[in-house]
């Protein structure tokens, strides 16, 4: 799928994804005493997210109405750090900690309308990061698995989910999801010879730069099943869309990406 818009994503703001979908459930972000209500002007979050669907994702080619809605139902600025609200809804990548980042508006949502992503799908994200993306697809009605290298993220993007109304569709795991997450459940249950094993995930996003797509994130796809991932260099890469049908694997390229590099056995070295 090519971009259509004539104002590029920012390349910097590679490392995220999400997309939207719909508010419905027990998700319920934006009630917390501890967000700011307004910006400088008094613009309200709500107002800034909405604008931030119009300006940046609808005027371009995010076209899934379930993106939308998803994106303007998410307090982006609950992920962000201490940042002015409106940077929060800016279009561009953000600083998190540990040097990561939250990826641009435009960025999830490409990805999450790549993804086609449908209420009640099993999905396997690999790079938490702030844990913006997984809100998304939560808000889409998902149930997310999300897996982070990073302990200190790992903790603190769950503890974000939970605040926010997320926690019963969305569990992060801490550890190297460049294998996925078979090998993982392995290492933490070895005398548990009777434990099921996970079932394939019908959607696998990967929101780090990768060499490939590995053979185990794939064996852990299910037909049919879809998946996207910014595959390339370390410092640059293209987004491929992965889909499973009929045993039959094919694959296509769309738009140029910067992610933060994938770290791990099949990934990149630290
Ligand atoms: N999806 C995130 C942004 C991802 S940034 C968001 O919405 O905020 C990329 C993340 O991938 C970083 O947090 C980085 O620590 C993590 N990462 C890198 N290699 C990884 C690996 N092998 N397994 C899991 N997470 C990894």
């Not at 569709?169 to 550890?175: L, S, Y």
């Not at 094993?197 to 794939?218: H, K, N, Y």
Request: hydrophobic residues 40%.
């Amino acid at each position: 799928m090519n971009r259509s818009a004539s104002e590029p994503p920012d390349p910097e703001s590679t490392a995220s994804s999400s997309g939207m979908g719909r508010a419905e459930g027990s998700a319920n972000p934006g009630r917390s005493s501890r967000e700011p209500s307004a910006g400088d002007d008094g613009t309200s979050w709500r107002q800034l997210a909405m604008r931030m669907v119009q300006a940046q994702l609808r005027s371009r080619d995010i076209r899934d109405e379930a993106v939308l809605e998803a994106m303007s139902r998410v307090p982006r600025h609950r992920f962000v750090g201490r940042i002015d609200l409106e940077a929060a809804y800016a279009d561009r990548a953000l600083p998190t900690l540990e040097g990561q980042t939250i990826s641009q508006p435009y960025m999830v949502g490409i990805m999450t309308q790549l993804l086609q992503v449908r209420p009640g799908h099993r999905v396997l994200e690999i790079g938490t990061g702030s844990g913006y993306q997984a809100a998304i697809l939560a808000e889409m009605r998902a149930k997310v698995i999300s897996i982070e290298r990073i302990a200190s993220l790992a903790r603190a993007a769950e503890q974000r989910l939970v605040s926010l109304g997320y926690g019963d569709r969305v569990t992060v795991v801490q550890g190297d999801g460049s294998v996925g997450i078979r090998a993982l459940l392995d290492l933490s249950m070895p005398d548990e010879g009777g434990a099921e094993p996970p079932q394939p995930f019908d959607r696998i996003l990967v929101t780090a730069g990768a060499p490939s797509f590995s053979d185990e994130l794939l064996a852990q796809l299910a037909d049919p099943g879809r998946a996207v991932v910014p595959i390339g260099s370390r410092a640059e890469q293209v987004l491929h869309v992965y889909e499973l049908r009929d045993g039959t694997l094919s694959e296509t390229t769309c738009v140029p990406c910067r992610f933060v590099p994938l770290i791990g056995e099949r990934g990149w070295a630290d």
